[in-house]
Each structure stands twice: as C-alpha cells, then as structure tokens.
Antibody, heavy 120, light 108 residues
Framework: QVQLVQSGAEVKKPGASVKVSCKASGYTFTSYGINWVRQAPGQGLEWMGWISANNGDTSYAQKLQGRVTMTTDTSTSTAYMELKSLRSDDTAVYYC?????????????WGQGTMVTVSS | SDVLTQPPSVSVAPGKTARITCEGNNIGSKSVHWYQQKPGQAPVLVVYDDRDRPSGIPERFSGSNSGNTATLTISRVEAGDEADYYCQVWDSSSDHPVFGGGTKLTVL
C-alpha cells in the first residue's frame, strides 16, 4: 500500500541542525510532490514547504527561508527535510505528506511524524 | 495572506449531525481540503476540492463551500469521529497552502 515512513525522534541543542527522512513506497515517487508540515505541541498545522520529487523544485515558507532545505533521493524514493540553527520554538512533530495530484494542493498520504525536541 | 477561521470546538451527540465551518475572504472561489487528526496520530484527508472524498472515507463525511464559508458536515456522528479537524486552502498571495486553526469535535 501507499505509505510514507519517517525517521525516528531527535533531540537537538539550540543552534544545531536536524535532518528528517521520509521514505515512500507503493507509488511512483517521482510522480508526486512532497509537502512538509509541522505541529508544535498543542498547536495547529503549519506548512513548511514543498518539493517536486520529479525535478527537485522547491518552495519554502517565508519564515523558514534560509534555515530549511528540502531534497530528494529518487534512487531510494526518499525525501529529506533539513532545518538549521534550531531554536526552542522549532520543537514540534514534523510530517511529510504526499501531494494528492499535480493539480491539487491536498495531501492524501502522511508519514507517521517525527518528533524533534530542541532543548539545552 | 489568507486567514482561515475555525471555531475552536464543536460538540455533538452520537447519531446527530456535526457541522464544522471554515471562514475566509471569498473562500468560495478556492478549493478547500479537510483533515481529521486523532490524538497522537498523523492527519488524514477526509474531503478534498470542497466536496470529494478519498477512497475509504465514509459517505457520512461531506463538504460544501460558498461565499466566505466552507463547511465540513459529518452525518450520523460516531464516537470514533472525535478528533481535531483542519481546513486548508491555497493562498494565492503567498503562493503556498494555509491551514485553519483547527476545530476539536467532541462527541457527547
């Protein structure tokens, strides 16, 4: 079945970087984009950015520009999200989500989430 | 950028109909998607493009969108429908998706 499996929980110190992976299976990876969405504890969903798994084009949320980098490895059907210069307010569950189609911005399949804790 | 306003909470008795709204300026001109999120779980798409359901989503879930309000309607509510629900649209001014603040549905 179609699924996205993310890497495990991370604990980082302020100023460090984190890289979260998202391995896709059950569909043609290069046919759909991947959205990254995060959720701080007790808060709502926040879109972080999108990457085309076909050509690597990216679009990032303005507030994260310069700190976030999204990449893909088509040989392993894996997407990555790296966030640098971590701060305490980056503590959140990070989700990858498959774009439902090339003409819709809905996300139809989500990873299980990766908890990233930023603490000194 | 678009601001989407959802009521923080909605309560409904089992078997009744729940309506969760998502308000935004001229939201009727946009495609609205709805997600269900149960505690400790990832979101699940329940309605996309205003009124379409992904495979596996019960017909009890339906959507509508007109003017400044989109609505997710859940008929014959069950205990298992208790969750947070988020609306989402594409914000053309910032060129990215935006989410509503979420609505906690409580089944009495």
């Amino acid at each position: 079945q179609v699924q996205l499996v993310q890497s495990g929980a991370e604990v980082k110190k302020p100023g460090a970087s984190v890289k979260v992976s998202c391995k896709a299976s059950g569909y043609t990876f290069t046919s759909y984009g991947i959205n990254w969405v995060r959720q701080a504890p007790g808060q709502g969903l926040e879109w972080m950015g999108w990457i085309s798994a076909n050509n690597g084009d990216t679009s990032y949320a303005q507030k994260l520009q310069g700190r976030v980098t999204m990449t893909t490895d088509t040989s392993t059907s894996t997407a990555y999200m790296e966030l640098k210069s971590l701060r305490s307010d980056d503590t959140a569950v990070y989700y990858c989500a498959k774009q439902s189609s090339n003409w819709s911005d809905a996300s139809d399949i989500w990873g299980q989430g990766t908890m990233v804790t930023v603490s000194s | 950028s678009d601001v989407l306003t959802q009521p923080p909470s909605v309560s409904v008795a089992p078997g009744k109909t729940a309506r969760i709204t998502c308000e935004g300026n001229n939201i009727g001109s946009k495609s609205v998607h709805w997600y269900q999120q149960k505690p400790g779980q990832a979101p699940v798409l329940v309605v996309y493009d205003d009124r379409d359901r992904p495979s596996g989503i019960p017909e009890r879930f339906s959507g509508s969108n007109s003017g400044n309000t989109a609505t997710l309607t859940i008929s014959r509510v069950e205990a298992g429908d208790e969750a947070d629900y988020y609306c989402q649209v594409w914000d053309s001014s910032s060129d990215h998706p935006v989410f509503g603040g979420g609505t906690k549905l409580t089944v009495l």
